[in-house]
């Protein structure tokens, strides 16, 4: 059974950076798309998770958020079974829990559907 762990949270000033990572362990994700969700409050879409980035298996194909555009870059390295979201010019509106997730089919993970979701890391940018 695979199990996703995120780390990297935190609280950090407006215009800020942090760095998330989700590692996987109990197998291999090399061929999985890997994508990051988050949910703040009042939340709407993918059952209260917003969609953030994706990247496929070999890292060729990447999706952003409109909102994220710019200033979030995800990236994965597969020898180390690990998905990061480089996270720039934080603003009060990217606070959230921050989750990664994994599925076979990247179109599926953009919406939301995923084999297997982390626990979550809290991400607070205080206004």
């Known amino acids: 059974q695979v199990q996703l762990v995120e780390s990297g949270g935190g609280l950090v000033q407006t215009g800020g950076s942090l760095r998330l990572s989700c590692a996987a362990s109990?197998?291999?994700?090399?061929?999985?798309?890997m994508g990051w969700f988050r949910q703040a409050p009042a939340e709407a879409g993918c059952g209260g998770r917003e969609f953030v980035a994706v990247i496929s298996w070999s890292g060729n194909t990447i999706y952003y958020a409109d909102s994220v555009k710019g200033r979030f870059t995800i990236s994965r390295d597969n020898a180390k079974n690990t998905v990061y979201l480089q996270m720039n010019s934080l603003k009060p509106e990217d606070t959230a829990v921050y989750y990664c997730a994994a599925d076979q089919d990247m179109l599926s993970l953009t919406i939301g559907q995923a084999d297997y979701w982390g626990q979550g890391t809290q991400v607070t940018v205080p206004s």
């Open positions: 109990g197998g291999t994700l090399s061929s999985y798309a």
